[in-house]
């Protein structure tokens, strides 16, 4: 089977986490090439490929059969159209874009092609979203009625975790802090029931001083299976949030699942109460030597190798670009909705 090129754009925090993964799998990929960022040159030398000195002169390169997208968020729509125009597969880290037409313009040009898209949903392949969706879809909790997702943080904490700076979380033109929390939720909530978003109402505001948009978001929204859901993201918290970064709850009428992605998952019923059925061991995002290793990375191999999978025709676990429209399209439906004061509907 061949080996799968890569090339990056974008030389941070993600982008060293994507080169790690495909570094791992020398088996099926190989890295060739990265462009932007002030950290390109040394992104390049650590993993002893070329720097090149544009997107497109990166796009334009033969030995490249795939590019992973791992800038703000504006910027995507931009370089997965020059890679697309060039024949290469795309990866792109969640959001996929900043407006419904923009991912509507990606999903056009690879299907035109005939190119995958695959999103960065890492949360379809840590230990307890997974399970949660085994067991939603073995009865366990008979039928999803309700879901809660929070994603809690502090802003100052999180623009330094690591070895990265998100300084483009206060950019306005990459839309605000829902574009950054939400992505998973809506995923997991979709993956889980295989329903979609049909109506929306949202509460925005901005509580950081001198912050140029949204901080602070509170949704509602109906999926087309029935159940009702609410979902709460804001960067403003005061520290560390334990527990909600992110969080999932999912009531059923026959039980329960409280699903913490990145801790524990339990689940509940009328009979036996509440028991712990899995735990994702510490992931240790925050330290810059342990943040490339295992066990964080485990997702991260898993997922490169099902976009690699569905390069070749096989079939592919991680979100795709309808996937990845459907989650920009409720997360802007949450703004709407604030901005306008009314329900949105999406379909």
């Not at 070895?163 to 809506?186: A, C, F, Q, R």
């Amino acid at each position: 089977m061949k080996k799968i090129r890569f090339g990056f754009t974008g030389s941070g925090y993600m982008a060293r986490t994507h080169a790690e993964a495909v570094k791992h799998l020398d088996s099926v990929a190989s890295l060739v090439a990265v462009w932007g960022g002030t950290r390109a040159p040394a992104f390049a030398e650590r993993f002893g490929i070329a720097c090149e000195p544009s997107v497109e002169a990166l796009t334009r390169r033969s030995d490249i059969d795939a590019v992973v997208i791992s800038t703000p968020h504006h910027t995507h729509v931009h370089e997965a159209m020059l890679a697309l125009e060039a024949g290469k597969h795309v990866f792109i880290e969640k959001p996929m874009a900043t407006t419904v037409a923009d991912c509507d313009r990606i999903l056009a040009a690879a299907q035109q092609r005939g190119l995958v898209i695959a999103i960065g949903y890492t949360g379809r392949f840590r230990n307890n979203p997974p399970r949660a969706r085994e067991l939603i879809a073995a009865g366990a909790i008979g039928r999803v009625q309700s879901m809660h997702f929070s994603f809690y943080e502090d802003l100052g904490l999180a623009a330094n975790f690591g070895d990265t700076k998100l300084t483009w979380l206060n950019m306005p033109e990459s839309i605000g802090y829902v574009m950054d929390g939400l992505p998973h939720g809506i995923d997991l909530m979709r993956w889980f029931t295989g329903a979609e978003i049909t109506t929306v109402a949202g509460f925005s505001r901005t509580f950081l001083p001198n912050r140029p948009l949204e901080d602070t978001n509170v949704g509602i929204m109906e999926l087309s299976n029935g159940a009702i859901c609410s979902v709460n993201t804001t960067c403003a918290a005061a520290g560390p949030y334990p527990r909600e970064h992110p969080r999932l709850s999912i009531v059923g009428s026959e039980g329960s699942i409280d699903m913490d992605p990145t801790g524990d998952l339990h689940l509940s019923n009328r009979q036996d109460g509440w028991r712990l059925v899995t735990t994702q061991p510490a992931l240790h995002v925050d330290d810059p030597d342990l943040a490339y290793k295992v066990p964080r990375m485990l997702a991260y191999y898993a997922q490169m190798q099902s976009f690699i999978d569905g390069i070749h025709g096989k079939p592919m676990t991680a979100g795709n670009g309808v996937d990845g429209r459907e989650a920009v399209a409720a997360c802007l439906a949450v703004l709407t909705s604030a901005r306008e004061q009314r329900l949105v509907r999406l379909r």
